[in-house]
């Protein structure tokens, strides 16, 4: 069975500094990864994802991630961050027909 | 804005009671998927409808259903609420389903979601 382990839930880091998001995932097949955001009181937003092709994939809001096959990673980074970045980050793993998402890691961005 | 819009914002209902919520898709997108998220959780599937037919399913009971229309709308319903169903319910919308063994995949967008709280 696939599943998806965010090993941070909260990280806290000061305004302009760069971040990291650690995302590993457990498949035996061929994945499919993606990142979302969740601002307070709201639904998902798709922030980027990996269907094939490049490891190295860039998203929305300066946001990228790169796939490691060897480590079974999907880590997410942003080289600065900004305090509109303050939010919750799921990763998630499709698993034929529906996603599965990690418990997500709150990101604090602080002045 | 991802042109997928749920009802009602927040509901608040009573052990035992029953609850429709509402979602309408982008135009165009065949599938909707229904998650359920705890607070302080990630979202966990309940189901996915790809025209109006369910398509796969969670670890969630029967009392949890749901019902896909032609005009891109979608209910999910749950009987006999209990308190653990207190939870944001968000259902996402995509074109053509996912991996569906045709070695492709395709993005889920997200409504806003529903809050239900069962007292």
């Known amino acids: 069975a696939q599943s998806v382990t965010q090993l941070d839930s909260q990280v806290p880091v000061f305004e302009e500094a760069p971040v990291e998001l650690r995302c590993n995932y457990s498949?035996?097949?061929?994945?499919?990864l993606f990142w979302y955001v969740q601002y307070p009181n709201q639904g998902l937003q798709l922030l980027l994802k990996?269907?094939?092709?490049?490891?190295l994939v860039k998203g929305i809001n300066g946001f990228e991630a790169e796939f490691n096959k060897s480590q079974t990673s999907f880590h997410l980074r942003k080289p600065s961050v900004h305090i509109s970045d303050t939010a919750e980050y799921f990763c998630?793993?499709?698993?034929?027909?529906?996603?599965?998402f990690g418990t997500g890691t709150r990101l604090q961005v602080f002045p | 804005e991802t042109g997928v819009t749920q009802s009602p914002t927040h509901l608040i209902k009573t052990r035992g009671q029953q609850v429709t919520l509402r979602c309408s898709s982008q135009?165009?997108?065949?599938?909707v998927s229904w998650y359920q998220q705890a607070l302080g959780q990630g979202p966990q599937f309940i189901f996915q409808?790809?025209?109006?037919?369910?398509?796969g399913r969670g670890n969630f009971p029967p009392r949890f259903s749901g019902l896909q229309f032609p005009n891109y709308s979608s209910e999910l319903n749950v009987n006999a609420l209990e308190l653990d169903d207190s939870a944001l319910y968000l259902c996402?919308?995509?074109?053509?389903?996912?991996?569906?063994?045709?070695?492709?995949?395709?993005?889920?967008?997200f409504g806003p979601g529903t809050r239900l709280t069962v007292l």
């Open positions: 135009s165009g997108h065949n599938t």
């Open positions: 996402a919308s995509s074109g053509e389903g996912l991996a569906g063994g045709r070695g492709q995949t395709d993005t889920q967008y």
């Open positions: 998630a793993v499709d698993n034929t027909d529906k996603l599965i």
């Open positions: 409808y790809y025209r109006e037919e369910e398509n």
């Open positions: 498949s035996s097949v061929s994945v499919y």
């Open positions: 990996y269907l094939s092709g490049s490891t």
